[in-house]
């Protein structure tokens, strides 16, 4: 009777094919396997981001007036709300620390090579719609920190030829940072990018289920473990051990709330205001060279990161090609010498400005604040 229901399921949605090849997998052991549980955390700390996000909805109310206070409510008056906020906003930070490490691991593994490529693509499509999160969801809180960091974020398109302001106002939605432009964010974070990106989570997770995990060209394989049910219970421990950690660091360190901005009593901004972690990298590069050719340089990057697939010529060799293989070593290098630079810096302009020395300044001077 159960498989009977079972079966008419599977031929109602068309999984057949999926459901065989599940049956079918297997994840081969060798010195690199322990990458893989990685993809898996970034898929746990999605869907925590999804039904955290969602229950953070019912009380949020996305206008600059109330943004603040909404979020203060469900930290102080909200059962558990604090707990969610915390959950949410710290997941976020796991997801993309999971992200980078699976990025840079399927690179180096040169999991991106056929008939995984599409794998590679998705993917990067997944990076940039996280970010585009982590730069919405920035803004919600309307603190002061949140404020400026979005100005200065939605400032740098202008550097660009032509489009540059046009690109910068469409996403603020105003000449400044304002309601509109939370308005905006709000959109986006709630709306936009969660349906393309559930699709696409979607679609990349059944790829690897339907294609399999590549394996390192130079690994010697020494066995495999089928992936049902063995492997997706390893996976399992594997998401209890993060869920854990997670909830831990949420209750002992609950996620800040900086002070409101108030947009009728416009303020300099406080010293060292500087984005999330993961656009540190992007931050300092833009202090140390042009920002044109910041944004054309990573331009041209991504483009290249993005088309490595079909660029690694030994795609199908199975030979080392080591150039890709410098070449990912020095952008992890890049990024965390950039990354720990910029904080240096931040703690520098910090301890340079005491907060006290904050000042207030008239209405009219609003654009002063830049
Ligand atoms: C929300 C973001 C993402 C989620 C939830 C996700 C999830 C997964 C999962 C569950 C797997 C199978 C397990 C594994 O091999 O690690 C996988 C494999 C893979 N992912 Fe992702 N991924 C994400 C982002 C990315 C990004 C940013 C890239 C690279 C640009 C990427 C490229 C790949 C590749 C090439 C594979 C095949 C790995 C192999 O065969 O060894 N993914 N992903």
């Known amino acids: 009777m159960i498989t009977d229901w ?3 399921l599977i031929s109602a949605l068309h999984l057949e094919h999926t459901v065989a090849a599940v049956k079918e997998k297997n994840v081969p052991h ?3 396997s322990i990458w893989y549980y990685f ?3 970034a898929l746990m700390f999605f869907t925590i981001q999804v039904v955290t996000g969602v229950m953070l909805l019912f009380y949020y109310q996305p206008t600059a007036e109330l943004a603040h206070k909404s979020i203060e409510r469900i930290m ?8 969610i906020r915390s959950v949410h906003s710290w997941s976020a930070n796991a997801l993309m620390a999971m992200i980078f490490i699976h990025m840079f691991s399927a690179f180096l593994m040169k999991s991106y090579r056929a008939p995984r490529s599409i794998m590679w693509l998705t993917g990067i499509i997944l990076l940039l719609l996280m970010m ?4 919405t969801g920035y803004l919600l809180p309307w603190d002061q920190t949140a404020y400026f960091a979005t100005k200065i974020g939605t400032e740098v398109p202008k550097a660009l030829p032509w489009l540059g302001d046009i690109i910068s106002s469409l996403i603020k939605g105003a000449k400044d940072v304002n309601g509109t432009t939370l308005t905006r964010m709000f959109a986006l974070h709630v709306g936009v990018l ?3 990106s559930i699709l696409l989570v979607l679609v990349h997770v059944t790829l690897i289920l339907l294609l399999g995990s590549g394996v390192p060209p130079v690994a010697k394989v020494t066995g495999a473990t089928k992936y049902f049910p063995d492997y997706l219970l390893k996976e399992v421990m594997v998401w209890l051990i993060g869920f854990g950690l997670l909830i831990a660091i949420a209750v002992l360190y609950p996620w800040e709330l900086g002070k ?10 406080p010293a060292g205001v500087h984005p999330e972690w993961y656009f540190m990298f992007l931050f300092q590069t833009l202090k140390v060279i042009p920002e044109w050719l910041a944004i054309f340089g990573f331009g041209i990057l991504l483009i290249f990161w993005t088309l490595v697939p079909f660029l690694d010529r030994k795609a199908n060799g199975g030979e080392r090609s080591p150039i890709f293989t410098y070449f990912g ?4 290098l890049y990024l965390c010498v950039m990354t720990a630079w910029a904080y240096i810096a931040v703690g520098d302009e910090r301890a340079q400005t005491p907060t006290e020395k904050i000042q207030q300044v008239p209405k009219q001077g609003g654009d002063s604040a830049k």
């Open 39 to 41: 993809g898996g955390l």
């Open 194 to 196: 969660p349906i393309i």
């Open 30 to 32: 060798h010195r690199s």
């Open 329 to 332: 070593v020095v952008a992890i």
């Open 132 to 135: 585009g999160f982590g730069f």
């Open 6 to 8: 079972k079966s008419h």
């Open 76 to 83: 102080t008056q909200v059962p558990f709300g604090w707990l």
């Open 260 to 269: 409101a901005y108030d947009l009728a009593n416009p303020t300099e901004p």
